[in-house]
């Protein structure tokens, strides 16, 4: 996977639900499905889903935008394809605000290796540091799927592991793996 995109990825983030527009709104669906139904652990255990489900998450998740709580970032390659996206969230709670959680971070499968997760994880690193003033970032990935490795390569430390806390099947549990990113 390369470190820096082979083609410049345009980063955008959102803060509001009026910023995010119907197209926008049916790419992050398309995206999420496209994502999901290839094998991607990104918020949808179990695939094939369809576009009506992607799209109540979607609306879910943009519905609670909000600058000091939900930020959307998205990468657009350079010829305005989107590329891929996350959710980073805080929680107001005075205890735990000084840290978020990045969520759904996804990238076509088209376009893995072009490095816009990484931009995606950069840009979201300053944006939680220098906008939110967070301290510390977390985030739980789904064990055997290869996801501990990309994130580690990005300064995650794997903190933790719920052994056999998610059930795909019978006979098919896997550990969520619980990673930290600190200092920011």
């Known amino acids: 996977m390369a470190d820096v995109p082979q083609e410049p990825a345009l980063l955008q983030e959102f803060t509001s639900p009026d910023q995010v527009g119907p197209e926008l709104e049916q790419l992050l669906a398309e995206c999420w499905v496209e994502v999901t139904n290839s094998g991607g652990a990104a918020g949808f255990p179990f695939p094939p889903i369809g576009l009506p489900e992607a799209a ?8 609670a935008l909000a600058p000091d709580s939900c930020r959307l ?54 944006i939680a540091r220098d906008e939110m003033g967070l301290e510390q970032l977390h985030l739980a990935v789904r064990g055997g799927a290869g996801l501990e490795g990309f994130y580690a390569r990005h300064g995650w430390q794997e903190v933790g592991r719920w052994t056999g806390a998610l059930r795909f099947a019978p006979e098919d549990d896997r550990d969520e793996v619980l990673m930290l990113l600190d200092p920011l």
């Open 56 to 63: 109540r998450a979607v609306d879910a998740l943009v519905a």
């Open 73 to 126: 970032l998205t990468a657009t390659t350079a010829d305005g394809e989107l590329a891929g996206w996350l959710c980073l969230r805080r929680d107001p709670f005075d205890l735990i605000a000084h840290w978020g959680t990045l969520h759904h971070l996804q990238t076509r499968p088209g376009v893995r290796g072009d490095g816009h997760g990484t931009a995606l994880l950069q840009e979201v690193r300053r």
